[in-house]
Structure formats: C-alpha cells, structure tokens
C-alpha cells in the first residue's frame, strides 16, 4: 500500500495574515503597519459578500456542480483532502489515505470526533452515502459523477476506514476529491428529499445554512462546534466570525458601489476597470486567484459542419485577434493564454505559434477548404450556405469585457468571410442550447483540480452526457490516439511519464485546433481593508471565510 505523508492533523499557529499569504494567491493594494493587538483575530461581526455570479439553483454542489455552487458551498461543506499552495494534497476530513499497490483500492481514514451540524456523525458509512448520491442518476450530478468516473463501488472496512473501489488505476483520485462537488454531507440531510437538500444542505463546515430567500441573499452562520478545519488551516476551533450574508448583486457596478460603501465587505467577479480602480484605493485590497484546470478558451464543435474540417477550424483561429481584444479589454488584468491548461498548472504547454493572428492565412484556409465564394454581406459561402458560426453566450458566466471580446473576434472573423452569431443567453437557456448540440462555438468554462481535466474535456467519453444530461468536450474531439493518451496519463504514477503523456495530448489538442485558448478562468475578489484572514483556497480558488475576521 502506498501511504500518504500525512497522518497526524498538522499544528496550526500561523496568524490569519500569515495564512493568507501562504496560499501563494497574489495580494495586491495599499496596507499600512499595524500594532500586533490591531492584527489579533477578533471573534464575532458579519461579513457581507456581494456576488455577480448566478444565484445557485440549488445549494447542494452534488446536483449539477457549477461555480457559484462552489463558491457559497465552501462556507459549509468541506472534502475528504484538500491541497496547499505547493500543489501538494493535504488532510481534510480524512487524517490519512493509502492506496493498494494495484491502484485499485484507496482506504481513507476519518477522525473518530466530528460530526455534521445536525449531530450525525462523520464516518466510512457517512462517505459511502455521498459517492453514492453523486453516482445516483437522480441527483443530476455532472461535475462530481464525471470526476468519478472510475469509482465503482464503496465499503465500510471500519468505522472510521472506507474503501474506494476503482475499475482501473485513477492517477487524478485526491484531485478530484478535493474539490467543493464532491464535498461530504450528511447522510441524514441526504435521505430528505432534493428540494430540502438543495435549501439547506447539512455539512461539517465553519459556517452553516441558516436560510435561503431566493433571489437575494443567503445567511450562514457559525458552527459552534466546528472542529475539521484542513491542515493548512491558520487556527483551530471555530470561525471568528459570527455569520456571513451572501448576496446576489449581478450588476458590477452595483457590487462595487456596495463595496465602496461599507454595504458589502468582499465582492467577486471584479470588472477590469474596476481592479485597476480599487488598486489605487488604499480601502480595498485585491485578491487575484486564478482557477485551475482548463483555460478559459473558446471551443470549436467538432462534431458538426462547419468545424468538422479542421482547415476551417484553423482559418477561424488565425483569423481571431485575440492579443489586441485581451490587451484593451483587460487592461493589464488578464494574460493572453496559448494553452488548454491553466497557468496554474505546472504541465501545462503553451503553443503561441498555432494562435497567431494571420487573416492572409486564413484566407487561404477557407479557399482550399472550398469556401471561395462570397455573399453581397462579405461572407463566405459554399454550396449556396453561409459560413455561419453559432456562438451561444452565458451572460452569467462571462464578464461584459470577455462578452466584448467575443464582439471583436466577430468583427475580425468577419472580415475572413465567418459570420458569427453571438446569442446572449441566461445559464438556463445556455445550458439547453449546449445540450441540445444547438452550436458551433462556445465558450464553457470548466473547474477541475490537475491536468485530468484534459480527459474530461477532449476524451471522447467525454461527448457522452452526465445523467445531468450536460457533457463536457464541448469540442467533440472524438481522436483514438488522443483517447489513448489521456487514459494512459490517467493511470500512472510516475510523475515524469504522466507529465509527458499528458504533454502529447495537449500539443494533439492545440495542433488539431479544437480551442482557442484565451486566458486563465478569472477569480478576482476585492475585500475591504477591514476583512483580515481570508484567502482563496488552493483547490478550485474560491473564498473562505474560516480563518477571516474583521477589524
């Protein structure tokens, strides 16, 4: 058996300042020498967050499993591991964990003394339930059922040991586990039915659902008893904070208003204009937590004409001028990315040649794709059909400057001869158009710790749906030999064959020009200068409030 470096709960003395910057998360701001009594956690206060992502459907991150789920989950649920700034998995609600020497079979070990706010106790049968209610078809899970995949059954070895039974060898298992969708609950919270889950759901956590009015705000507050923090953790016991309110303020300037104003405490989705504002302030601090996982990219729907021909798909790239859009747009706020992967993630590969604005290129692409003609409006056509690009829009998952560029690459685009059809849409809608095969670009934002997320995205399994019914390679890259790589990398060990293996898959990915990669998945929190002790969690990037405390 192969055992983790972890076995003991590690001390945690560092002050909540202290424990901010370890997360290796970019601060930015002015700040100002205090005494050592000014920086003593304080207990108690409420702390408002003001967020501009879509309020959640339902506030159990099993049932589908988006980001603003994550985002307000993370308050009350936690996950068997979690992971340091480093990279490297650490203990959460599980001490320590081995793995067999097949791969087949991991053994997690809990704490004989926590328990779930409702006073059901956390043990291995506790954990079989929720891998079972994320493989429940009922439940509509996509993002924690795909990361599952190789999960094929549980057992009780004791009653703190449970057993995870895999099909084959999972390289990615404590990636995937780490993450806020397949955080533990309680079994008894579980066996409600799923309207009463998704309003309350009953974790470990710091903080615990108070109530939900829908379309406003949600109140968490704290968990008295609380006593699972993760290792990296800057204290023991509970939150200093008495509660959290969570609201839902869409509009960016609003947030940021409320920020100003005292009204709210931390707000996300911080527009490009309004970072380069508040880095002026000596009010507002600036926490720049780029997700991990994939890129934020546009993806080519292979699957169907036109992008079924990889020349078009080429000519469509080189005729996007994605430098100048992110450059102007983004004002120094967001880097241009040539990579599937984050740059977060240290085996990522970057091919800045293959996405290079070329339109003379992408000219002669089309014409030796066929498309020679063009209509009175100046786009291509070919057997008397346009060359049309249907490009569906989540108004809530892209900021109006990424919305903007989108704008200008349709502006470049058509002077190649695409017509691209920009179709603003609410998550709803847009969820639909995507399950529907209903476009031809998109672009689909999509968190998972470590570089498995490439066989989420571009393994042909991946066109299959989740019982959810949302799939996630958007692309529809259907390619045996990428197949084969990406389950190979899946399965090894060795850190050095894993990183080459999943370094032929994305050269495949980017050179088969499937995406166009545009730049890292944007978390920017502003907080004011009175939020002391939070950070940005090193798994998927979202905020906790555990270790913070206000002046």
Same mark, same amino acid.
Do not use: C
């Given at each position: 058996m192969h055992t983790s470096g972890y076995t003991h709960r590690a001390a945690r003395t560092l002050t909540g300042l202290v424990g901010l910057a370890a997360t290796g998360i970019l601060l930015t701001g002015c700040a100002t020498a205090e005494s050592p009594e000014a920086t003593r956690p304080l207990t108690g206060g409420t702390l408002t967050y003001a967020s501009g992502d879509a309020e959640p459907t339902c506030l159990d991150p099993h049932v589908g499993g988006n980001y603003p789920q994550a985002l307000v989950s993370t308050q009350y649920l936690e996950s068997l591991v979690s992971r340091d700034a480093d990279g490297e998995i650490i203990p959460w609600l599980a001490d320590s964990w081995t793995e067999s020497a097949d791969g087949l079979a991991w053994d997690f070990t809990l704490p004989a003394d926590v328990s779930f706010t409702d006073g059901t106790p956390l043990d291995a049968a506790a954990v079989q339930a929720n891998i079972a209610h994320i493989q429940d078809p009922e439940t509509a899970s996509s993002t924690g059922y795909l990361a599952l995949g190789k999960v094929t059954g549980t057992e009780v070895v004791s009653t703190n040991v449970v057993r995870l039974t895999l099909s084959e060898p999972d390289s990615a298992l404590l990636e995937s586990l780490s993450q806020p969708w397949l955080a533990i609950e309680s079994p008894t919270a579980l066996a409600r039915s799923q309207d009463e889950n998704c309003a309350s759901p009953v974790g470990t956590g710091p903080f615990q659902v108070e109530k939900w009015v829908q379309q406003e705000s949600i109140t968490l507050v704290r968990n008295e008893k609380y006593s699972s923090p993760p290792a990296d953790a800057a204290h023991t016991g509970p939150a200093y904070l008495d509660s959290i309110v969570w609201r839902f303020i869409p509009d960016s300037a609003s947030r940021y208003a409320a920020l100003q104003s005292g009204d709210a405490d931390v707000i996300d989705n911080a527009q490009p204009d309004t970072i380069v504002q508040a880095e002026k302030s000596d009010t507002i601090v600036h926490l720049d937590a780029p997700r991990p996982g994939a890129s934020n990219r546009i993806e080519l729907n292979s699957g169907r004409a036109p992008f079924n021909d990889p020349l078009v798909r080429e000519a469509f790239i080189r005729s996007a001028n994605v430098d100048d859009a992110v450059t102007s747009l983004f004002r120094g706020t967001a880097e241009r990315s040539y990579s599937a992967l984050s740059s977060v993630e240290p085996l990522a590969v970057s091919g800045p040649d293959l996405f290079a604005y070329d339109p003379e290129a992408a000219s002669d692409l089309l014409d030796s794709a066929g498309w020679t003609e063009r209509d009175s409006n100046g786009y291509r056509v070919k057997d008397?059909?346009?060359?049309?690009?249907?490009?569906?829009?989540?108004?809530?998952?892209?900021?109006?400057?990424?919305?903007? &560029? *989108?704008?200008?690459?349709?502006? %470049?685009?058509?002077? %190649? =001869?695409?017509?691209?059809?920009?179709?603003?849409?609410?998550?709803?809608?847009?969820?639909?158009?995507? =399950?529907?095969?209903?476009?031809?670009?998109?672009?689909?934002?999509? %968190?998972?710790?470590?570089?498995?997320?490439? +066989?989420?995205? *571009?393994h042909s399994d991946g066109i299959t749906p989740a019982p959810s019914g949302y799939f996630a390679n958007h692309a529809q890259v259907n390619d045996p030999a990428?197949?084969?790589?990406?389950?190979?990398? =899946?399965?090894? %060990?060795?850190?050095?064959? +894993?990183?080459? @293996?999943?370094?032929?898959?994305?050269?495949?990915? &980017?050179?088969?020009?499937?995406? @166009?990669?545009?730049?890292?998945?944007?978390?920017?929190?502003? @907080? =004011?200068?009175?939020?002391?002790?939070? +950070?940005? &969690?090193?798994?998927?990037s979202t905020p906790t409030f555990y270790d913070a405390w206000l002046k």
């Open positions: 008397g059909e346009r060359l049309t690009v249907d490009f569906p829009v989540s108004t809530n998952q892209s900021i109006p400057a990424e919305q903007s &560029l *989108f704008e200008q690459i349709q502006a %470049t685009a058509k002077k %190649t =001869g695409f017509e691209v059809v920009l179709s603003p849409m609410d998550l709803s809608s847009w969820y639909t158009a995507l =399950g529907e095969n209903d476009y031809d670009a998109v672009s689909a934002p999509y %968190t998972k710790v470590g570089p498995d997320v490439l +066989r989420i995205l *571009f990428i197949d084969a790589l990406l389950t190979q990398a =899946g399965q090894v %060990t060795d850190a050095d064959e +894993r990183a080459a @293996l999943y370094a032929d898959a994305q050269n495949q990915v &980017l050179a088969g020009f499937y995406i @166009l990669p545009l730049f890292d998945q944007q978390n920017h929190y502003l @907080l =004011g200068t009175d939020v002391v002790g939070a +950070r940005a &969690l090193p798994t998927v």
